[in-house]
């Protein structure tokens, strides 16, 4: 049991680009979810996957944020047309079937949008 | 909508005291979970205690207790003997039965420091 990995730890990029994260789950967790976290606050939830079907996303997550998950395994966020505002901290956290509502987060992808 | 409320932004401790920090929460539902999550500065959160809330005995785990009062919709950490390692945000967070399609939904935090 490797732990949550995500990928890249840092990314600063220009505001107007796209920007793609990755996230590793604990092998033989079903259950992926995103979150945000910006300076002072603790995560809000962005969106959720059972195995490979995206089964929830926040109305914090507007038409420029996607994500999927292919196979249910890995999953990658993708946020289009980057904004000052997207500058945050992205969390990944994965739970298993037996125990659902158990969590284990990655270490997060900080954004900087300049 | 459940919401977590740790009305304690910031809390210092003397190292091998004893420092209780503070959530309280909303929601309609009468089951549910608890956890206090722990997360360093620039590492990653790390779950430190879970509560279910059918459950009237209080969670336990080394030295981290909680004081669960379901009534009065409150959940406190105690932290005994504090040591140097123990300095983070500590997030309150909630989560409805099987997990739930909204996540967790987290306490704005509380950075705790441990004075030696």
């Known amino acids: 049991d490797t732990g949550v990995s995500q990928d890249p730890r840092h990314k600063i990029t220009k505001r107007g680009q796209n920007v793609t994260f990755r996230c590793d789950p604990i092998s033989e967790h079903n259950r992926l979810y995103w979150y945000r976290q910006t300076l002072g606050q603790g995560p809000e939830f962005l969106t959720y996957?059972?195995?490979?079907?995206?089964?929830?996303k926040s109305r914090l997550l507007s038409d420029r944020f996607s994500a999927e998950r292919p196979k249910g395994s890995f999953s990658t966020l993708e946020i289009q047309r980057t904004e000052q505002g997207d500058s945050a901290m992205y969390l990944c956290?994965?739970?298993?079937?037996?125990?659902?509502?158990?969590?284990?987060f990655g270490p997060g992808t900080r954004l900087t949008v300049t | 909508a459940q919401t977590v409320t740790q009305s304690q932004p910031e809390m210092s401790v003397q190292e091998a005291e004893t420092v209780t920090l503070s959530c309280t929460y909303d929601?309609?539902?009468?089951?549910?979970?608890l956890f206090w999550y722990k997360q360093p500065p620039s590492r990653q959160m790390i779950l430190v205690i879970r509560q279910e809330a059918y459950k009237q005995q209080n969670a336990t785990e080394n030295r981290f207790s909680v004081n669960f009062q379901k009534a009065a919709k409150s959940f406190s950490l105690k932290i005994s003997d504090s040591q140097l390692g123990d300095a983070a945000m500590y997030f309150c967070?909630?989560?409805?039965?099987?997990?739930?399609?909204?996540?967790?939904?987290f306490g704005k935090g509380t950075h705790l420091i441990i004075q030696p």
């Open positions: 967070a909630y989560s409805p039965p099987g997990g739930g399609a909204d996540g967790l939904t």
């Open positions: 956290a994965s739970s298993p079937r037996q125990v659902p509502y158990e969590q284990y």
């Open positions: 929601t309609s539902e009468s089951d549910y979970y």
């Open positions: 996957f059972q195995n490979e079907a995206q089964l929830e």
